[in-house]
């Protein structure tokens, strides 16, 4: 993504990109890291480790939700909080933070794409469309908007005719777009296409 004017961020395409990619083929991923029983010394200190950065993580929620409480106005902050939730893959609370966010400012295509993943992480895939859409029409140019709608479109959608079109415009950006996992966003369209055909 272009780097984020409002505040000194900035998202790497490729990390949306394959999280996007990812998150096609996903629902979600869960894990723990504690276990019923022993375990062993390395298990333990692992805990401990992912406790404290859980805890870390915590204090920084508590700390921003007490910024944006005493500052409500406060654009930045609200964005801050919508990333740290995006982050931690909590898509209702970052939806909020980031659409109180765009209320008190414009923002711009990077949090607009931001809140059209988190609508798709909360099941929502029209919503999210229309959000790419809107980040799309700010910057035409905006790779990471295009690919998630194509995304979107091909696995919570299933259309792939409109994934076609919208990868199809993107590589008219840059044809050497390449997912998260290296491939060439081309190979990418040439996939869709030969699964398609094979329905038929």
């Not at 992912?50 to 406060?74: G, R, Y």
């Not at 050497?176 to 398609?196: D, H, M, P, T, Y």
Request: without cysteine; charged residues 25%.
């Amino acid at each position: 993504m272009a780097t984020d004017t409002s505040k000194q961020k900035t998202r790497n395409p490729a990390v949306t990109y394959f999280i996007i990619f990812i998150l096609g083929f996903l629902t979600g991923v869960g894990f723990t890291v504690y276990k019923t029983g022993g375990g062993s010394p390395n298990t333990l200190e692992s805990s401990q480790q992912v406790s404290k950065e859980d805890e870390k993580i915590h204090q920084e929620m508590l700390a921003l939700e007490s910024e944006v409480t005493a500052s409500p106005d406060n654009f930045q902050a609200w964005r801050r909080l919508g990333d740290l939730y995006y982050d931690h893959s909590q898509p209702d609370k970052a939806i909020a933070a980031y659409t109180k966010s765009l209320e008190l400012h414009g923002g711009d295509a990077n949090l607009v794409t931001d809140l059209g993943v988190m609508y798709r992480r909360g099941k929502q895939p029209e919503k999210a469309i229309e959000f790419f859409n809107k980040a799309i029409k700010m910057a035409p140019d905006h790779e990471p908007a295009r690919f998630n709608k194509a995304i979107v479109y091909m696995y919570d959608l299933n259309n792939p005719e409109k994934a076609i079109t919208s990868l199809e415009e993107l590589l008219k950006i840059n044809p050497e777009a390449r997912a998260g996992n290296g491939e060439l966003i081309s190979n990418f369209v040439k996939n869709i296409k030969n699964q398609s055909a094979a329905r038929k």
